[in-house]
């Protein structure tokens, strides 16, 4: 089980709905990242925290998505409306800093029906 | 923007037969960290590389970071049933985003 805790494990819900995913990142970690995989992909890095900061949200579709990580320490990603495109797992990550390496939570995968 | 490719995507060997993946970027990075993923896992942080030409081992795995500290690859000597899984690299600049590869799916026969 990873030490940067997820939830929910899993989701399914309509085109359309509203969508939210919770990362509690490891105790100490400043850094906090939201990614998005796609079966047989790479994680790609959708929004990147430095405490609450946002560093990088280049690749965040900010018409639908957003983040936040009002206290710096737990985060919560959310998606509306959801589309079908969105199907996949979104996984959160920490590290001490942003040049270190990164743990993983288990990761909340996402079905748009 | 950056790009880092990895290859082969897929690689399927005998138990006991060597690997190799291999990872280039676009640009010059500033390290180089290597995940492996198991199937149904998330990612597991295996290694970092800073130095340019730097060797590490970690038993029978070997990684190498290029002269140019633009590629870098992964050996894993002697396969096991339990190295199944996909490798990732990943390239970062300071502390800019890190930008992975799509990885290298490895499946053993025992």
């Known amino acids: 089980e990873a030490e940067v805790a997820q939830s929910p494990r899993y989701k399914i819900t309509e085109k359309s709905q509203a969508v939210a995913f919770w990362c509690d990142p490891i105790?100490?970690?400043?850094?906090l990242y939201w990614y998005r995989q796609i079966l047989g992909q790479g994680p790609e890095l959708l929004v990147q925290?430095?405490?609450?900061?946002?560093?990088?949200d280049s690749q965040l579709p900010k018409d639908r998505f957003s983040a936040e990580r009002l206290k710096g320490v737990d985060s919560t990603l959310k998606i509306q409306p959801a589309e079908l495109g969105d199907s996949a797992m979104y996984l959160c990550?920490?590290?001490?800093?942003?040049?270190?390496?990164?743990?993983f939570g288990d990761g909340t995968r996402l079905s748009i029906l | 923007g950056q790009q880092v490719m990895q290859i082969p995507q897929y690689q399927h060997v005998q138990e006991g037969e060597d690997f190799t993946t291999y990872c280039n970027s676009s640009?010059?990075?500033?390290?180089i960290q290597w995940y492996k993923q198991r199937p149904g896992g998330h990612p597991v942080f295996l290694i970092q590389?800073?130095?340019?030409?730097e060797v590490k081992k970690q038993k029978r795995l070997t990684f190498q970071f290029g002269e140019a500290k633009k590629n870098s690859s992964l050996h894993i000597t002697a396969t096991q049933t339990t190295d199944v899984g996909t490798y990732f690299c990943?390239?970062?600049?300071?502390?800019?985003?890190?930008?992975f590869g799509q990885g290298t799916r490895l499946t053993i026969n025992p």
């Open positions: 990550a920490s590290s001490f800093r942003g040049d270190q390496p990164q743990h």
């Open positions: 105790s100490g970690h400043a850094t």
């Open positions: 925290f430095q405490d609450e900061s946002v560093v990088d």
């Open positions: 640009t010059t990075l500033s390290n």
């Open positions: 590389l800073v130095k340019s030409g």
């Open positions: 990943a390239g970062g600049k300071g502390a800019q985003k890190l930008v």
